[in-house]
């Protein structure tokens, strides 16, 4: 890890549709994941406390329906 800094990182990127949070923390080899949990929960209550809501939505298109063209019979307007 030549020239790394090993100081604590927090990078902001803004997407299509999100705000995207990225943390660099050092951890001890094992229990990383209850401090990823807590630092989750504590960002959260956060932003709860400072009214800013989380919100998401996805949708999933699972099907097509058929679609039909047709043109009009001859000596027919529309």
Do not use: C, N
Not at 35 to 62: C, E, F, Q, W
Request: hydrophobic share 45%.
């Amino acid at each position: 890890m030549a020239d790394a800094s090993l100081e604590p990182a927090v990078y902001w990127q803004i997407t299509g549709s999100w705000l995207e949070v990225s943390l660099r923390f050092l951890v001890p080899q094992r229990g990383i994941r209850e401090i990823k949990d807590a630092m989750s929960r504590d960002m959260l209550t956060g932003l709860d406390a400072a009214g800013i809501p989380i919100a998401s939505a996805t949708y999933r298109i699972v099907g097509v329906p058929t679609i039909r063209i047709s043109a009009p019979a001859e000596g027919h307007s529309t």
